[in-house]
């Protein structure tokens, strides 16, 4: 299966609007089986101040557009993620995969929210599940960001029978070590493949760190980008992860840990 990862820079001085008709021509100049955006691209992470008005229902645009363009595709879809304004009035940082028929198989309200040099804490509600959904690629999940540093979650999406994860982010440049650390360090211990889509550029004066990466549950790397925006793309064998866990199967040998 071919995998593209569009990493989106979300500039200040441009206006969501724009930008969702900027990366409506990159991603449908892609020629893949899944394609992939990062967190929060379209409102862009750090506007903080815009979250209320950039917040849209579940099948809001991002949703609309992104079935649009698996349908033209003929591909999957995660458009990262989104703030979703939910129908109890709060807010949550929401990911979505569609399908290659428009249709919604998969969402996830980011659980950990971020609150060091950051506002989301404050402004969005956290989710409270997890889930996966079974695609043509695997069994598939997503967690996004910050998410990366809590090793529980990710065995929870084990325990689900997840095979391939998803993981939107706006991942500073400063941690950029960080990123690299828990992107492999999940796929390795979860024997999963690992799908990380990371923003670029410049949000009210933090500089994201890019460096998407699509890595195997070996930990090798299959692809890695650098630090501009861009649609960057990777084969990967459809049977990677069960060849891996047949081969080398750890995750059978998992014994309870007594409290």
């Keep these: 299966m071919r995998i593209s990862l569009i990493q989106v820079a979300s500039p200040d001085n441009e206006t969501s609007n724009e930008r969702r008709d900027r990366v409506s021509k990159m991603v449908l100049g892609t020629d893949a089986d899944l ?16 979250y209320s ?10 949703v609309t557009d992104a079935a649009a363009w698996a349908l033209q595709l003929g591909c999957y879809v995660h458009a990262g993620s989104f703030i979703e304004r939910g129908s109890n009035g ?9 399908s290659p028929e428009g249709r919604v198989i998969h969402s996830y309200r980011k ?67 960080h990123w690299r650390l828990f992107t492999a360090t999940r796929a390795v211990e979860s024997q999963i493949l690992m799908i990380a889509c990371n923003a670029v550029g410049e949000q009210q004066g933090v500089v994201l760190g890019g460096h998407s990466s699509v890595i195997d549950p070996w930990g090798n790397i299959l692809l890695e980008a650098r630090d501009r925006e861009g649609v960057f793309s990777v084969d990967v064998s459809d049977d990677i992860v069960k060849s ?13 840990v007594l409290p």
């Design 35 to 50: 394609v992939v955006l990062p967190e929060l691209w379209a409102a862009g992470y750090f506007n903080f101040d815009r």
């Design 53 to 62: 008005e950039e917040s849209e229902p579940f099948e809001g645009r991002t």
């Design 90 to 98: 709060g807010y949550h940082n929401t990911a979505v995969l569609l």
């Design 111 to 177: 659980i950990h929210v971020f609150g060091y040099e950051s506002r989301e804490a404050e402004l969005l509600s956290p989710g409270t599940t997890v889930t996966t959904s079974p695609s043509r690629l695997g069994r598939i999940a997503a967690t996004t960001c910050y998410d990366l540093r809590f090793p529980d979650l990710w065995r929870s999406l084990v325990d689900s029978g997840a095979e391939v994860v998803v993981t939107p982010a706006a991942w500073p440049l400063t941690r950029l070590s």
């Design 244 to 256: 891996v866990r047949s081969e080398f199967p750890v995750l059978g040998d998992r014994r309870p």
